[in-house]
């Protein structure tokens, strides 16, 4: 028996990973594709879908198919919440596109309604699957860094603006550079930390770059009327066992410290740093040590001949987390504490205040 799933949002999202990832399964089957301009809908499903797919503009007449077991939600922020939601109610399992959602309180709504329903919710968080990821997730749990204290969260960009879809709307999006792409970075530290308890958060964001008209980008200049976003943000996160994680995040910087999805973990034992390749520092015998950790092409070997890309393993723990009724990788209550930090980096550069949770 194959698990049926739904696609909310047929974009670039949908067509560059979600897709192309459950393609490669055998257990499941993409019976529906839901998007607000129809031929993408359509062009989808003709690609990926079953010979009698549902082609909607409508996400309800999607929840309302009892026999769909699984939804995707690849749509803008904005949305996130009222999809999943709502496909939760209807006795869905949902994998969310990050952000979880553009707010707190719209994501712990998401968080309540999966408990409420007893059903999966999950959040696409794919660095987790690299292999540079697991090797130092091993690590951490081995007590290899000792206690993590100082972590540094990276996404920064020199000119990469996404200068189509809705990146640059803050209303359909919430934010950024930090909601876009310190959101992976920050779920990365958390998660390989294995802390989630915040004391108070500062932050500041950016709408510098972003004002230049005709600047050099790598998709093409963007228009600064309609960059309503910031262009650069960084927070300081001071946990509540006293560890500190800053974050930096950029889409316009001029910096040539570029890097994404990337983490540095300093501990009591050793340290780790994704700079260039993942590095393990630390002392032994009297002597300082640096190893360079050489990984081939593969991440996870699951002996069956399939990818080992991020985005394919992910698919495949979050199918194989609802046919074994197991705990999926990424926790809903995971990402709600990285949607409340991003947010209160938000609010605290609009007051000037520290955030205390």
């Known amino acids: 028996m194959k698990l049926k799933i739904g696609i909310i949002g047929c ?73 999943s939601i709502a496909a939760l109610n209807h006795g869905k399992h949902v994998m969310c596109e990050k952000p979880m959602a553009k707010t707190y309180e719209e994501a712990k709504a998401m968080y309540e309604a999966s408990l409420k329903n007893n059903k999966q919710l999950s959040v696409s968080y794919q660095n987790r699957f690299r292999a540079d990821t697991i090797y130092l997730k091993k690590l951490c749990e081995s007590n290899y860094l000792g206690e993590i204290y100082y972590a540094k969260a990276k996404a920064l960009r020199r000119r990469a603006v996404p200068t189509w879809g809705v990146f640059l709307d803050e209303q359909k999006q919430g934010g950024g550079p930090l909601i876009d792409v310190a959101t992976h970075a920050l779920d990365l530290t958390l998660w390989l930390m294995n802390n989630y308890e915040v004391d108070y958060v500062v932050g ?15 998709w093409g200049s963007w228009d600064p009327k309609k960059f309503t976003v910031e262009d650069s943000g960084f927070g300081f996160v001071k946990m509540r066992n006293g560890a500190t994680i800053v974050i930096e995040s950029s889409w316009a910087l001029n910096t040539l410290d570029i890097g994404e999805a990337k983490t540095t973990l300093c501990g009591t034992q050793a340290g780790a740093d994704m700079e260039n390749g993942l590095s393990i520092n630390g002392e032994e015998h009297g002597q300082l040590y640096t190893k360079k ?56 550069s609009k007051t000037g205040k520290p955030v205390y949770f």
């Open 293 to 348: 950790i050489e990984f081939g092409s593969a991440g996870i070997d699951f002996n069956d001949g399939g990818s080992k890309e991020p985005h394919d393993v992910e698919a495949k723990l979050w199918i194989d987390s609802i046919v074994n009724q197991t705990k999926c990788v990424v926790q809903p209550y995971e990402a709600l504490v990285v949607t409340q930090i991003l947010e209160a980096i938000y609010k605290s």
């Open 204 to 218: 500041t964001t950016y709408h510098k770059l972003s004002r230049i008209e005709n600047a050099a980008n790598e």
């Open 11 to 83: 974009g670039a999202i949908a067509t560059a990973k979600h897709l192309p990832a459950l393609s490669k399964l055998k257990n499941v089957e993409v019976v529906a594709f839901c998007d607000l301009i129809l031929e993408k809908a359509s062009h989808l499903a003709k690609k990926y879908g079953t010979k009698n797919a549902m082609i909607t503009t409508d996400y309800q007449q999607v929840m309302n198919n009892s026999e769909i077991d699984v939804i995707h939600v690849c749509t803008p922020n904005n949305s996130h919440a009222e999809i």
